[in-house]
Structure formats: structure tokens, C-alpha cells
């Protein structure tokens, strides 16, 4: 699974961070047939996690609700330069991961 980590260029100490991702995702709901009218089996991911400099930041629980290569944003507080580094698993046990480096100047 790929994913897109976006974060602003410049950032200084103590400045609030907007963190996007996109997940390439298919998020099947259980459904949907396909063309030989067997049920396509339900995967969503279930857990999202963010850790920034080694600390978790932010986690999340999605559910089959969230339309396919879900777009989350979230918030953080520069503290350090760092890196943002985001892991998640689906109901098939299947996990991705992605990482970028946040550069905060003082």
C-alpha cells in the first residue's frame, strides 16, 4: 500500500503542523459484487498511527464508512526536527507505512 505524507516546507518551534496523508486503499465495505456476482470481501483499514521523534502523536480507528484511498488530516505541534512516521493495518492484517522528515528551525 502506498500513502502520501504531505507537511509544510518551513516550520519553527512550537508551530502547529497540518499533517495529510492519502493511503492507496481499496476500503471494500462487503458490498459490492463482482462481475461473477460473488461478494467482495470486506477490507478496511482499521488502525492509522502517527509517531513524530518516536512519540505516538495521533491514532485513529476507521471503519468501511471511509470512501476508498482515504485522505486524513491531522495536527502536531513542531517540537524538534524529526521524523513523522505513519503506520496502519487493514482487517486483513495486511500494514503499510510511510515516513518523512519534518525540519523545524528555532
Do not use: K
Amino acid at each position: 500500500m502506498a500513502a502520501r505524507i504531505q507537511l509544510p516546507r518551513s516550520v519553527r518551534r512550537g508551530d502547529v503542523v497540518e499533517v495529510r496523508i492519502v493511503i492507496q486503499h481499496p476500503m471494500e465495505t462487503g458490498f459490492r459484487y463482482d462481475s461473477m456476482g460473488r461478494r467482495t470481501p470486506r477490507n478496511a483499514i482499521q488502525t492509522l498511527l502517527c509517531r513524530y521523534g518516536g512519540d505516538e502523536v495521533f491514532r485513529a480507528t476507521l471503519s468501511t464508512g471511509i470512501a476508498a484511498n482515504p485522505y486524513l488530516r491531522f495536527f502536531l505541534r513542531a517540537r524538534a526536527s524529526g521524523d513523522v512516521e505513519l503506520a496502519w493495518t487493514d482487517q486483513e492484517n495486511a500494514s503499510g507505512a510511510a515516513s518523512t522528515r519534518l525540519e523545524v528551525a528555532d
